[in-house]
């Protein structure tokens, strides 16, 4: 099931005491259970972003709430949203090399509110998709089937299925046929 994308409220500047009052109305939980799962989070993170056996990796980020398939490759120092891992889906037999950013919210600061929104949503990459090292995938976008996000390339909005990728923002340079 792919979780619905929701505004975030502002909070100001970023602390752990408005964290913890906001704990009820972003993840509707108690304010030391979100402490806890959100310490817990982070070290599987840290954990899993230098692990050098891709198995660890995938079940450490697994732990972290990340839905993953079958046959996945994720490489080195990979950071999947530190917030929301909840919020990825990654479906059989994709590559994710090393250096990826897969970001899940967007959280603007205070003087931008009423001008920019702050927000969560998903992130779906779709079966025998390739992501090239150093991509980054930014909140909403799904990643087609059997698609290439080259090397160093943001991706900010839907990639459709069988297609190369490339650039910032990334742009459809070639189709892929069967």
Not at 107 to 133: C, H, Q, T
Not at 158 to 170: E, K, L, R, S
């Amino acid at each position: 099931m792919i979780p619905k994308p929701k505004i975030l409220p502002y909070y100001g500047k970023p602390s752990l005491m408005r964290s913890l009052t906001y704990a009820k109305v972003i993840r509707n939980e108690n304010k030391f259970l979100y402490f806890f799962k959100r310490l817990i989070n982070h070290i599987l993170l840290q954990i899993a972003y230098s692990c050098p056996i891709n198995s660890i990796r995938i079940k450490l980020h697994k732990l972290r709430g990340v839905k993953i398939g079958n046959d996945v490759f994720i490489g080195l120092q990979v950071i999947i949203d530190r917030s929301f891992p909840d919020y990825v889906i990654i479906e059989d037999n994709v590559m994710i090399a090393g250096g990826n950013h897969l970001l899940t919210h967007s959280r603007a600061p205070e003087y931008f509110k009423g001008k920019l929104l702050s927000y969560v949503a998903p992130i779906v990459i779709k079966k025998n998709a390739w992501l090239g090292i150093n991509s980054i995938i930014l909140p909403g976008v799904t990643i087609g089937e059997g698609s290439i996000v080259t090397a160093g390339s943001v991706v900010t909005s839907d990639i459709p299925p069988n297609v190369v990728v490339q650039g910032n923002p990334a742009k459809i340079i070639r189709e892929l046929t069967k």
